[in-house]
């Protein structure tokens, strides 16, 4: 199997795209830049690295480079500074989920490509009565006007789930949804929930992006656990030591 993965620089793109590799996959990486990557990867005959900008990238272009793939998963997010959460492009995520996802319609594949994305559980799955308060409401609706990424991790969740939908033959989707990320060295364990637990906002768990890398990496390599949440938007915290 072979995944194409956006935002595999980032923090938890490199753990995502470690764990296919131990995992025996294929990987194609796009990466804006190669000066941030493991040195391994170079000489890694089972990665593949795409050196562009993926707003730059063209629908027929990023649908060549899927042609081959049966997977493709998303980490991008915006850097934590203020050009990265005020400046372009403001809709970095969704604008790619739309962009990788009109690609994959544009190839036809005889089997639905898998698309796993790296969301938040400060986003609601609206396919279920998710529980929130008023107060975490509140909060929610201020974060939305207040810090962009936030409404662009919802709009691209939400394109999957709306403009994708559930019952599409050429893309099966699963947006994975950790709380607040730590770093961790070691895949942990970890639970998993169809809906948050917990206030995102007012008691949140805590989720390693390693653990986030791993089941991404598993949901795409199992097919079992892939038929279970296919459509969902599972929920993952770090089981507490």
Not at 91 to 114: G, H, R, Y
Not at 219 to 224: K, W
Request: charged letters at 20%; glycine letters at 8%; one cysteine or more.
């Amino acid at each position: 199997m072979i995944t194409l993965v956006v935002g595999a620089s980032g923090a938890t793109g490199k753990l995502l795209v470690e764990q296919l590799l131990k995992a025996g996959q294929k990987v194609k990486a796009i990466v804006r830049s190669t000066s941030n990557i493991p040195d391994s990867w170079s000489n890694n005959g089972n990665i593949t690295l795409i050196k562009s900008d993926i707003a730059k990238i063209s629908v027929d272009e990023m649908a060549k480079h899927l042609a081959d793939c049966q997977a493709v998963a998303s980490c991008l997010g915006h850097n934590l500074t203020w050009k990265g959460i005020y400046g372009k492009p403001g809709k970095l995520v969704a604008d790619s989920v739309q962009l990788l996802c009109e690609a994959a319609l544009k190839n036809t594949p005889e089997k639905p490509i898998k698309f796993v994305l790296m969301n938040t559980t400060g986003n609601s799955n609206r396919d279920l009565d998710e529980p929130i308060s008023v107060g975490q409401k509140i909060v929610i609706g201020l974060v939305r006007l207040l810090l962009p990424p936030h409404p662009d991790n919802e709009k691209a969740a939400n394109y999957l789930r709306v403009n994708i939908g559930q019952n599409n033959p050429y893309i099966e989707w699963v947006p994975v949804r950790p709380d607040n990320l730590i770093n961790e060295e070691l895949v942990s364990e970890y639970s998993l929930h169809i809906s948050p637990t917990r206030s995102a906002i007012f008691n949140p768990g805590k989720t390693s992006r390693i653990n986030v890398g791993h089941f991404m990496a598993r949901l795409i390599a199992n097919g079992d656990l892939w038929t279970k949440w296919k459509g969902q938007m599972p929920v993952i915290y770090n089981v507490p030591g």
